[in-house]
């Protein structure tokens, strides 16, 4: 039997920074009940007021899901995950700065679920 030398498979590669996508725009999307009672008690904002960014995100999710489709089929995904990976960080890094409601909707409930929905199930 011949000795092969040893070659990395590229496949684990894939794999690993797929889970590791997955785990972040997933996880951004279902942490945010964590994050409820704080974001709450910090704004002193009402549970319906700041339910609002939940739902809005959720929305957007369902919004976003076919045009992600399109996009990817159109574009693939080694342009169109990497585009949603700094969506989704402009929308976290955006979401530090607020001062008002409609910012908190603006940057969880519609930057923030458009990068997480482009880079998750699709």
Known sequence: MRNKPYRFYYGW?????????????IGTRSSFGLFFA???????WSRAETAVA???????????????GILIDRFGPRILFPLAGV??????AL???ISEMWHFYFCVGVITAIGSNMTSYA
């Open 54 to 68: 939940f739902s809005l995100m959720m929305i957007m999710h369902s919004l976003m899901a076919p045009i992600t």
């Open 38 to 44: 704080a974001i709450q008690e910090e704004y002193g």
């Open 87 to 92: 969506i989704l960080s402009l929308g976290l």
């Open 95 to 97: 979401s530090s700065l």
């Open 13 to 25: 590669v894939i794999v690993i920074a797929s889970f590791l996508t997955l785990f972040l725009a």
